[in-house]
């Protein structure tokens, strides 16, 4: 029936859409474990989400770690942020847990929303059961729920169980592979009651309907069945346990976590069924003692704690740690963690997670090897693509060097979190999974890093251009005593194709302009170009110098650069300067039946739709390619998952410059022009 007993901890993931009730699964568990005296409330005395941010918000903003024991086993329950804000977390967490437990609403409406879970977890290879959370709460049958989410599954729904139903009010469950039923009770085990009458009917074809499931994997089970032969309570198990673990079914159990429904009994089956922490290792192809890095933060004597699960062998505090660069570190002390609170301990043992502190050169993703061997994950993990973006700026400019240090440090806690200069604003910008990510980063600063930052959307970088050509002289000519200074040029301005950007040269003849002095004309042209009549810098615009003069005593370079930048400006004036903005390329991930909605949406934005097709590997799913002005995509996230339960995603790089039509580019001077 599995491997109770085996010594290794097993490591289970919670994830699931938000709202699911992972927290409290996890509260749950903890108190059916008897890891903790009571359970506690979700944003107020729970132990995960514990976080001032988590609490404000009533979600979970990052990852919540766990330990407990039950029935003489070791668990490690790792809860996943089920919000796409803050996503991103769980891509580094899924590679190294046994099994992942998808925490779903029994609303059939919500029951899409795990489609991207169930693909991750399928695309890694990691064994899932699903707990449908609040069936007490659910009206009427599940078939509904259960046809739903089987559209979001490659691999086959396995109902374990079947709820019992009295008044249409869920009252209790029959387990399917036991043979037994049990009545709920509010904070405690389960009670077994008798399996007879309509109860053992229903029972019964159920049961028979999980065995044909498991036949169309197993001959013997199917000849056993067109002969009416009764499988063993533990053929049954045994094919339950192999199927599962090859990803070719996903099981499913019911309860309430809130009430403890059906807790105890999804602890049962994960005592039994659980793969070892060998068979992740071996999905990771690590082949001896290391340990697995997912996550990191400071914690100030600590330092930099690294979050770990052992994926063989043991590990000692004081141990060396070599990474698969080669590098050498030293385990600066062993944490055991629960919630936010840790303790010390001396040895963590194959399968445990633990805090690793002072490893200040540990980033998620990372293996530690303990034999001085380098080794590296199998799995490549992909950075989720960040969708919104804001500047980000010290209120106090004395500030500015704390700033850019604690933003370099949360952005290495937080793997969906960056942090960049944008080279043409010259704006700090921090860029996450939406607008509540940013705020969460904000607010960490303030609270960890005594910080307070200023933020607002990032600028556009709008440049020029110019529609026609015009042949302008430049004169600089002035006299103060002594030497003087004089420059003087003739430039041909002409217009370039588009993302051609900026070309000089010169056709001087007779030495009216002196060599050396050239490329101070070009220096001068160059600050013109900086900010053009509109008031931003210039592209897709060609230079020639033609002709000139100069003084023998009065003539230099500063004078030149003068004359050239003297040209340029009145030039460009008269060249029909037109406004130009940046046009992003999107591809934007959602579902089939949002495809309409959202091209509707990006048409309003000014977008333009390139076309849409079938997204590879994610069945009912569209990939739709557009451009959009980069002005036009601050908030379309937002609008977005409005648009997709939250379910809809985009990448976006820049393409190409476009002229912006008259009415608006004259709005746009009008609020965007820099000050002088």
Same mark, same amino acid.
């Given at each position: 029936?599995?491997? =109770?007993?085996?010594?290794?901890?097993?490591?289970?993931?919670?994830?699931?859409?938000p709202?699911?009730?992972?927290?409290?699964?996890?509260?749950?568990?903890?108190?059916?474990?008897? #890891?903790?005296?009571?359970?506690g409330e979700?944003?107020?005395?729970?132990?995960?989400?514990?976080?001032?941010?988590?609490?404000q918000?009533?979600?979970?903003?990052e990852?919540?770690?766990?330990?407990?024991?039950?029935?003489?086993?070791?668990?490690?329950?790792?809860?996943?942020?089920?919000?796409?804000?803050?996503?991103?977390?769980?891509?580094?967490?899924?590679?190294?847990?046994?099994?992942?437990?998808?925490?779903?609403?029994?609303? =059939?409406?919500?029951?899409?929303?795990?489609?991207?879970?169930l693909?991750a977890?399928?695309?890694?290879?990691?064994?899932?059961?699903?707990?449908?959370?609040?069936?007490?709460?659910?009206?009427?049958?599940?078939?509904?729920?259960?046809?739903?989410?089987?559209q979001?599954?490659?691999?086959?729904l396995?109902?374990?169980?079947?709820?019992?139903?009295?008044?249409?009010?869920v009252?209790?469950?029959?387990?399917?592979?036991?043979?037994?039923a049990?009545?709920?009770?509010?904070?405690?085990?389960?009670?077994?009651?008798?399996?007879v009458?309509?109860?053992? #009917?229903?029972e019964?074809?159920?049961?028979?309907?999980?065995?044909?499931?498991?036949a169309?994997?197993?001959?013997?089970?199917?000849?056993?069945?067109?002969?009416?032969?009764?499988?063993?309570?533990?053929?049954?198990?045994?094919d339950l346990?192999?199927?599962?673990?090859?990803?070719?079914?996903?099981?499913?159990?019911?309860?309430?976590?809130?009430?403890?429904?059906?807790?105890?009994?999804?602890?049962?089956?994960?005592?039994?069924?659980?793969?070892?922490?060998?068979?992740?290792?071996?999905r990771?192809?690590?082949?001896?003692?290391?340990?697995?890095?997912?996550?990191?933060?400071?914690?100030?004597?600590a330092?930099?704690?690294?979050?770990?699960?052992v994926?063989?062998?043991?590990?000692?505090?004081?141990?060396?740690?070599?990474?698969?660069t080669?590098?050498?570190?030293?385990?600066?002390?062993?944490?055991?963690?629960?919630?936010?609170?840790?303790?010390?301990?001396?040895?963590?043992?194959?399968?445990?997670?633990?805090? !690793?502190?002072k490893l200040?050169?540990?980033?998620?993703?990372?293996?530690?090897?303990?034999?001085?061997?380098?080794r590296?994950?199998?799995?490549?993990?992909?950075?989720?693509?960040?969708?919104?973006?804001m500047?980000? #700026?010290?209120?106090?400019?004395?500030?500015?060097?704390?700033?850019?240090?604690?933003?370099?440090?949360?952005?290495?806690?937080?793997?969906?979190?960056?942090?960049t200069?944008?080279?043409?604003?010259?704006?700090?910008?921090?860029?996450?999974?939406?607008?509540?990510?940013?705020?969460v980063?904000?607010?960490?600063?303030?609270?960890?890093?005594?910080?307070e930052?200023?933020?607002?959307a990032?600028?556009?970088?709008?440049k020029?251009?110019?529609?026609?050509?015009?042949t302008q002289?430049?004169?600089?000519?002035k006299q103060?005593?002594?030497?003087?200074?004089?420059?003087?040029?003739?430039?041909?301005?002409? =217009?370039r194709a588009?993302?051609?950007?900026?070309?000089?040269?010169?056709?001087?003849?007779?030495?009216?302009?002196?060599?050396q002095?050239?490329?101070?004309?070009?220096?001068?042209?160059r600050?013109a170009?900086?900010?053009g009549?509109?008031?931003?810098?210039?592209?897709?615009?060609?230079?020639?110098?033609t002709?000139?003069?100069?003084?023998?005593?009065d003539s230099?370079?500063?004078?030149?650069?003068?004359?050239g930048?003297?040209?340029?400006?009145d030039?460009?004036?008269?060249?029909?300067?037109?406004?130009?903005?940046?046009?992003e390329?999107?591809? !934007?991930?959602?579902?089939?039946?949002?495809?309409?909605?959202i091209?509707? #949406?990006v048409?309003?934005?000014?977008?333009?739709?390139?076309?849409?097709?079938?997204?590879?590997?994610?069945?009912?799913?569209?990939?739709?390619?557009?451009?959009?002005?980069?002005?036009e995509?601050?908030?379309l996230?937002?609008?977005?998952?409005?648009?997709?339960?939250?379910?809809?995603?985009?990448?976006?790089?820049f393409?190409?410059?476009?002229?912006?039509?008259g009415r608006?580019?004259e709005?746009?001077?009008?609020?965007?022009?820099?000050?002088?």
């Amino acid at each position: 029936m599995g491997r =109770p007993g085996s010594g290794s901890t097993r490591a289970i993931a919670l994830v699931g859409a938000p709202g699911a009730g992972k927290t409290t699964l996890l509260e749950a568990m903890l108190f059916a474990s008897g #890891a903790i005296p009571r359970q506690g409330e979700v944003g107020a005395t729970s132990v995960g989400d514990a976080s001032p941010e988590a609490r404000q918000r009533g979600q979970s903003t990052e990852l919540n770690i766990a330990g407990f024991e039950f029935m003489g086993d070791r668990y490690a329950v790792i809860d996943c942020p089920g919000s796409p804000e803050f996503a991103g977390a769980e891509d580094y967490v899924l590679p190294a847990v046994d099994l992942a437990v998808v925490v779903a609403d029994p609303n =059939p409406v919500r029951a899409g929303l795990l489609q991207p879970i169930l693909k991750a977890l399928e695309d890694r290879g990691v064994p899932h059961a699903v707990f449908v959370n609040r069936i007490d709460q659910a009206r009427g049958g599940l078939d509904e729920f259960m046809a739903t989410l089987a559209q979001a599954s490659t691999a086959p729904l396995v109902a374990r169980q079947i709820p019992l139903v009295e008044q249409d009010k869920v009252t209790g469950f029959v387990d399917l592979a036991l043979e037994r039923a049990f009545a709920y009770r509010p904070g405690q085990a389960s009670q077994q009651i008798d399996l007879v009458g309509d109860l053992a #009917a229903q029972e019964a074809d159920a049961r028979f309907h999980m065995l044909e499931q498991l036949a169309d994997f197993d001959d013997d089970l199917m000849e056993q069945l067109l002969s009416d032969f009764n499988p063993s309570r533990d053929a049954v198990f045994a094919d339950l346990v192999t199927d599962f673990h090859g990803g070719l079914i996903v099981p499913v159990f019911f309860g309430s976590a809130l009430n403890g429904f059906g807790v105890r009994r999804l602890l049962k089956a994960l005592r039994h069924e659980t793969p070892d922490v060998l068979v992740a290792a071996g999905r990771m192809e690590f082949d001896g003692p290391c340990s697995y890095v997912f996550k990191t933060s400071f914690a100030g004597q600590a330092g930099k704690v690294a979050y770990a699960r052992v994926m063989g062998g043991e590990l000692t505090d004081g141990d060396e740690l070599t990474a698969e660069t080669g590098e050498k570190s030293r385990a600066g002390g062993l944490l055991a963690v629960s919630g936010l609170s840790t303790r010390k301990i001396d040895k963590a043992h194959p399968g445990d997670v633990v805090g !690793i502190a002072k490893l200040e050169t540990a980033s998620a993703g990372q293996v530690l090897s303990m034999d001085g061997k380098p080794r590296r994950c199998a799995i490549p993990v992909v950075r989720v693509p960040t969708l919104y973006a804001m500047s980000i #700026a010290a209120k106090d400019r004395k500030d500015d060097v704390r700033l850019s240090a604690a933003l370099a440090k949360l952005a290495e806690e937080d793997q969906a979190l960056e942090v960049t200069l944008d080279p043409e604003t010259q704006e700090t910008l921090i860029s996450g999974r939406g607008e509540a990510h940013l705020q969460v980063t904000v607010e960490r600063l303030r609270r960890r890093f005594g910080l307070e930052a200023t933020t607002q959307a990032p600028k556009v970088s709008y440049k020029e251009s110019v529609r026609k050509p015009v042949t302008q002289r430049g004169r600089h000519k002035k006299q103060t005593g002594g030497h003087g200074q004089f420059g003087d040029v003739v430039l041909e301005i002409r =217009p370039r194709a588009r993302g051609e950007g900026f070309a000089f040269s010169q056709k001087i003849t007779g030495g009216v302009v002196p060599r050396q002095w050239i490329p101070s004309v070009e220096q001068g042209v160059r600050d013109a170009l900086e900010r053009g009549p509109l008031g931003f810098p210039v592209t897709d615009v060609e230079v020639v110098l033609t002709d000139g003069s100069y003084h023998s005593v009065d003539s230099s370079e500063m004078s030149f650069r003068a004359a050239g930048r003297l040209a340029m400006s009145d030039g460009l004036r008269a060249c029909a300067p037109y406004l130009l903005e940046p046009i992003e390329k999107l591809t !934007i991930h959602a579902p089939q039946a949002s495809t309409s909605k959202i091209t509707q #949406a990006v048409s309003a934005r000014r977008g333009q739709i390139l076309g849409f097709q079938p997204r590879e590997g994610w069945s009912g799913w569209d990939d739709i390619e557009v451009c959009l002005p980069r002005s036009e995509r601050q908030h379309l996230i937002a609008e977005l998952r409005g648009l997709t339960q939250g379910l809809g995603d985009f990448t976006a790089q820049f393409d190409h410059m476009a002229e912006i039509p008259g009415r608006l580019a004259e709005e746009i001077v009008k609020r965007e022009r820099p000050a002088a």
